[in-house]
């Protein structure tokens, strides 16, 4: 039979009774003045009650004090068990611990700060350092083994007979670096997907901007393409009026900064002046009789604002 099933739900007479034991033993335990009201008693078991008391302590709502009292089989004594600070049913509590590898956020990291990766992070995968022994029987372990010998000579200086040095350029692991390979770990097929979700949702085909863009990203000069499986759907804008400047966009992304948007206005001809206050224009006085007087009178307006 399991004790939970011995236990006896009726509250022990003398132990319920010890209220006022339960009580000091609160009181002294809390500061002065912050035990409230008796609550309640609960039965812990046989011969074994807690009595609650209202804590009135400021920034302690609906916690109570929990002292509990228990009597040896036979006995008449009832003596203190322990007493204790707990929170009720409606008491104001902090929320649930979360892990801080949980609690991190984007932009959380600041100088100084070290991330630890987790050795099982699903958006990494194992890479190729170069270090592995390559499988027996492969045709790289012949030329592997002879490269490292050249290479081995070449730093102590003694070359093995009929046998050629091979560049340090064309070895496998040189090869390997040029291509982002020489690492512990790269990222996984999952850590791919998950960045291009994250980046297509700050700087893709969705976003406001790109649905107001005049084209997209792949046609724009301002984009600088990236390498790796990623740069098949994002590249990297170098446009410093543009929002995304230095960030990964998608080349369905667009903005007004694309580099075709708009043919520029070539620079206004200043009109030419409305009044020339350099020379002087001859008016007739009077109209003219006939046209064949029209130049005898203007010469005689220029002639009398000549003297004017
Ligand atoms: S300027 Fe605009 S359109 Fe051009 S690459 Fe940057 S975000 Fe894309």
Redo the contacts with the bound molecule.
């Keep these: 039979m399991s004790a939970a099933t011995t236990r006896s739900r009726t509250p022990d007479r003398l132990c319920a009774e010890a209220v006022d034991l339960a009580r000091a033993a609160a009181e002294e335990a809390a500061a002065p003045g912050v035990v409230g009201e008796h609550v309640e008693i609960v039965s812990e078991g046989d011969r074994v009650v807690t009595h609650f008391f209202e804590c009135k302590e400021m920034g302690y709502r609906g916690w109570r004090w929990a002292v509990t009292v228990a009597r040896a089989s036979r006995a008449k004594l009832v003596t203190l068990d322990e007493t204790v600070l707990l929170p009720g049913p409606d008491s104001l509590l902090a929320p649930e611990w979360v892990p801080w590898s949980e609690r991190l956020r984007p932009g959380d990291l600041g100088p100084g700060d070290l991330l630890p990766t987790d050795a099982e992070d699903l958006r990494l995968e194992p890479g190729y350092t170069g270090e592995d022994e390559p499988p027996p029987n492969s045709p790289l372990s012949e030329e592997m083994a002879e490269l490292v010998e050249a290479e081995d000579a070449e730093v102590s200086g003694v070359t093995p007979a009929g046998l050629l040095l091979a560049p340090m350029r064309g070895s496998i692991a040189s090869v390997a670096e040029e291509l982002g390979l020489r690492r512990a770990r790269v990222l996984s097929r999952y850590g791919l997907h998950v960045a291009a979700d994250r980046w297509e949702e700050s700087?893709g085909p969705k976003t406001p901007?790109?649905q107001a863009?005049p084209?997209?990203?792949v046609?724009?000069?301002?984009?600088?393409r990236i390498g790796g499986s990623l740069g098949q759907a994002f590249?990297?804008?170098?446009?410093e009026?543009?929002?995304?400047?230095g960030?990964v966009?998608s080349l369905a992304?667009?903005?007004?900064?694309?580099?075709e948007?708009a043919v520029m206005p070539a620079p206004p001809r200043p009109a030419p002046h409305v009044i020339d206050e350099t020379r002087v224009d001859p008016f007739p006085l009077r109209p003219a009789a006939d046209s064949g007087s029209v130049s005898e009178a203007s010469d005689e307006a220029a002639a009398e604002l000549g003297h004017s």
Excluded: I
């Excluded at 009026?241 to 400047?245: H, I, Y």
């Design positions: 700087y901007m790109a863009a084209a997209a990203c046609s724009c000069g301002f984009l600088n590249g990297v804008c170098a446009n009026f543009s929002p995304a400047d960030h966009v992304y667009g903005c007004g900064g694309h580099s948007a």
